[in-house]
């Protein structure tokens, strides 16, 4: 390159490196330097686990990345500054919480976005995860001290130990030159898990246990007193203008519920260009729902509140497709046929010279109104029951044969990562969601193909395993 253009480069590389600083800081997670007097119960790992059968427990992996609070009873931890701080912000972070953890997100220090384990709860309060806390006054009685917190829309919490996604477009308070507040702070938005579960919030006052008066200008603060809980991806993004919040400029929404069980056939979008063509959705009043193929006997998706959005279904000439209304957890990227035969020594299926391959029989309903899946592979005749857990915390799982086989396999996930929490306990997908088998499944085999690593089971007569998420 010649010198003038090796300058130039240069010079497009500062700009770029100034546009990217002015638009949003990635706080780096390999030391604690963005954050003010760090106390002893934050640290720094580069794994973390929840248990699910004990509450407030993170165990962790030595190393960076993940920023870690470690608080219990015994020893209670802090909360945590940033040392810069905003007024008009957006934050993005991951955050996953141990289980009946207690923790916040406060913008400015002052106003309190809840975090907790509020796994299953088919609706939540402004105290559950999402909401925004409520505000407080010692001298009202003492039922009503506690006042004006918002709750989000539905609960779309995922279990402890799962990575969960928010996003939060905050707009500060303003004041004139003598200091007197113009104009209430506002979430604008809050997306978590990929649901809108705030918009246009007016905050009237700093939420209960705020740090300082209300002003221009203030640090984020992640509240670790409470209970163990981690971050990672903290992105901060100052706003110089702030964005209206969210219109619906089409056709106004053709939403379906279940509050009692509820089935709906569509085309179902798994992923960009893969499409379920023959797909059953299945809801309830758990607040928890699911998508099939049947071309494939395959489990789509799984999601946590509200049923089904037929809007693009239906609007107009329509598409097809329904979507999720809910947070959705993708159990494959595409449809995969979900039993086969291994080849000896090799990472690939057999190919079913029998000539039957799979063929859909359909599905039959139970006495609750739910499908159970029938079809044909291999030769065998399987019926693939899948239910909602009364507790609303994931789904149930029997795969049965009408007859013993000694050489099928049944493929329970396929995900760039897998890791083993316990025995017949598995994280899936950069904890995405748990595989659990259930006691007495042979010891699963775990195998690499092209970059993707599988989770096998074989495949007698029957199989049963959960889905949590």
């Known amino acids: 390159m010649k010198p003038n253009a090796l300058k130039a480069g240069f010079a497009a590389i500062l700009w770029l490196s100034g546009a990217l600083l002015a638009h949003g800081q990635q706080i780096n997670l390999t030391d604690l330097s963005a954050f003010k007097n760090p106390a002893n119960s934050w640290s720094l790992a580069a794994n973390v686990m929840a248990d699910l059968n004990v509450e407030n427990v993170l165990k962790t992996a030595k190393g960076t990345g993940i920023l870690v609070n470690q608080s219990t009873a015994k020893k209670a931890g802090s909360d945590l500054y940033t040392l810069s701080e905003y007024g008009d912000v957006s934050v993005e972070l991951d955050y996953l919480t141990a289980k009946g953890t207690n923790s916040g997100i406060y913008l400015q220090g002052n106003y309190e976005i809840q975090i907790d384990d509020a796994w299953g709860l088919r609706s939540a309060s402004s105290s559950n995860n999402g909401g925004i806390y409520q505000r407080w006054d010692d001298s009202k009685p003492e039922n009503e001290k506690g006042f004006g917190g918002i709750a989000p829309r539905q609960n779309v919490s995922k279990a402890p130990g799962l990575w969960q996604h928010i996003k939060i477009v905050f707009q500060a308070p303003k004041f004139d030159a003598s200091g007197n507040k113009t104009d209430n702070a506002r979430m604008v938005s809050i997306v978590l898990n990929g649901v809108t579960i705030h918009e246009n919030v007016e905050l009237f006052g700093p939420t209960r246990g705020a740090a300082s008066a209300e002003k221009a200008k203030g640090p984020l603060r992640l509240q670790g007193d409470h209970g163990s809980v981690a971050f990672r991806n903290i992105s901060i993004?100052?706003?110089?203008?702030?964005?209206?919040?969210?219109?619906?400029?089409?056709?106004?929404?053709?939403?379906?519920?279940?509050?009692?069980?509820?089935?709906?056939?569509?085309?179902?979008?798994?992923?960009?260009?893969?499409?379920?063509?023959?797909?059953?959705?299945?809801?309830?009043?758990?607040?928890?729902?699911?998508?099939?193929?049947?071309?494939?006997?395959?489990?789509?998706?799984?999601?946590?509140?509200?049923?089904?959005?037929?809007?693009?279904?239906?609007?107009?000439?329509?598409?097809?497709?329904?979507?999720?209304?809910?947070?959705?957890?993708?159990?494959?990227?595409?449809?995969?046929?979900?039993?086969?035969?291994?080849?000896?020594?090799?990472?690939?299926?057999?190919?079913?010279?029998?000539?039957?391959?799979?063929?859909?029989?359909?599905?039959?309903?139970?006495?609750?109104?739910?499908?159970?899946?029938?079809?044909?592979?291999y030769g065998a005749k399987v019926t693939d029951a899948i239910k909602v857990m009364e507790s609303g915390q994931g789904l149930t799982r029997t795969i049965t044969l009408d007859k013993p086989s000694k050489d099928l396999y049944f493929l329970l996930a396929s995900a760039p990562n897998l890791e083993e929490v316990s025995k017949g306990l598995y994280l899936i997908r950069d904890k995405s969601y748990y595989v659990k088998l259930a006691d007495g499944t042979p010891k699963p085999l775990v195998r690499e193909v092209d970059g993707q690593w599988q989770l096998l089971v074989a495949l007698d007569d029957t199989l049963n395993y959960t889905i949590l998420f």
């Open 237 to 377: 993004t100052p706003l110089t203008e702030v964005p209206k919040p969210g219109q619906n400029g089409g056709a106004d929404p053709i939403y379906i519920d279940a509050n009692s069980n509820n089935m709906i056939r569509s085309f179902v979008d798994v992923a960009p260009g893969v499409r379920s063509v023959h797909a059953i959705s299945v809801g309830g009043p758990e607040k928890i729902g699911f998508s099939y193929d049947l071309d494939n006997g395959t489990l789509l998706q799984g999601w946590h509140g509200d049923f089904i959005d037929a809007t693009p279904m239906w609007d107009g000439r329509g598409n097809g497709t329904s979507r999720p209304l809910g947070s959705v957890t993708l159990f494959t990227a595409k449809p995969v046929l979900a039993i086969g035969k291994l080849i000896t020594g090799q990472n690939k299926w057999l190919t079913d010279t029998a000539g039957t391959d799979f063929k859909t029989k359909g599905y039959i309903v139970d006495k609750q109104d739910r499908p159970e899946f029938k079809y044909q592979i």
